[in-house]
């Protein structure tokens, strides 16, 4: 089945604390890409790659860091410098960076 | 003024109505637009995707873009409970990778 997985869908953390969240994808795409998803806000671009061992900062890059060593895979970090982590990420990725097919997500409550 | 403007409802209609789904946008380098279905918690769902101006139909959805009013539409026939979701559309210019998203319209179906 090919798809996108993000990993775990539920994360619960102390403030403070750095936290990674998983995304893998067996598309063969080239372009991976996280969004943040806060209720009335949308969707925000956090951070995006369109190629191994490259990324872009989005709008809201602040308090986040990513690393893309494999196509298949595209970590998010978020780290203790993010004010207000508490939100629903969302993976991305695209093959011509057109249309973008999105992961299950993952809820991160930071207490 | 946002770059793009999508009323969040809530819209509540009876099954088998006909929904409007709407969205206006002020970049007229807008070229890709897209529309998602989002369920509670869940990742957006790809619906529709088009090009430039015209309709695309797919089954029980059609596609509107209308360029020179810098106007999107998707209309869903005959609506059915399980269309009770939240819609969000997206769009794209040619030359960059990231999409604007409007932040979605919130419809339910009743039966």
């Known amino acids: 089945d090919g798809g996108i997985t993000q990993s775990p869908k539920y994360l619960f953390r102390k403030e403070g604390q750095n936290v990674t969240l998983s995304c893998e994808q067996n598309?063969?795409?080239?372009?991976m890409y996280w969004y943040r998803q806060d209720p009335g806000q949308g969707l925000r671009l956090i951070y995006y790659?369109?190629?191994?061992?490259?990324?872009q900062k989005g709008d809201i890059a602040e308090g986040y860091s990513v690393s893309r060593e494999k196509k298949e895979s595209f970590p998010l970090t978020v780290t203790s410098a993010q004010k207000n982590p508490t939100a629903f990420y969302l993976c991305?990725?695209?093959?011509?960076?057109?249309?973008?097919?999105f992961g299950p997500g993952t809820r991160l409550t930071v207490t | 003024q946002k770059e793009v403007e999508q009323d969040p409802g809530p819209l509540s209609v009876p099954e088998g109505a006909i929904v409007s789904l709407n969205c206006t946008y002020s970049?007229?380098?807008?070229?890709?637009f897209m529309w998602y279905r989002q369920y509670s918690r869940k990742g957006p769902e790809l619906l529709m995707y088009?090009?430039?101006?015209g309709n695309k139909e797919d089954g029980r959805f059609t596609a509107q873009v209308d360029k020179s009013s810098k106007y999107i539409s998707l209309f869903i026939r005959d609506s059915q409970p399980s269309d009770s979701a939240t819609y969000l559309c997206?769009?794209?210019?040619?030359?960059?990778?990231?999409?604007?998203f409007g932040k979605g319209t919130t419809l339910s179906v009743s039966s």
């Open positions: 991305a990725s695209s093959m011509r960076g057109d249309e973008q097919y």
């Open positions: 598309l063969n795409h080239d372009a």
């Open positions: 790659s369109q190629i191994v061992n490259d990324f």
């Open positions: 970049n007229s380098a807008f070229q890709y």
């Open positions: 088009t090009y430039s101006s």
């Open positions: 997206a769009m794209k210019n040619q030359a960059g990778t990231a999409l604007i």
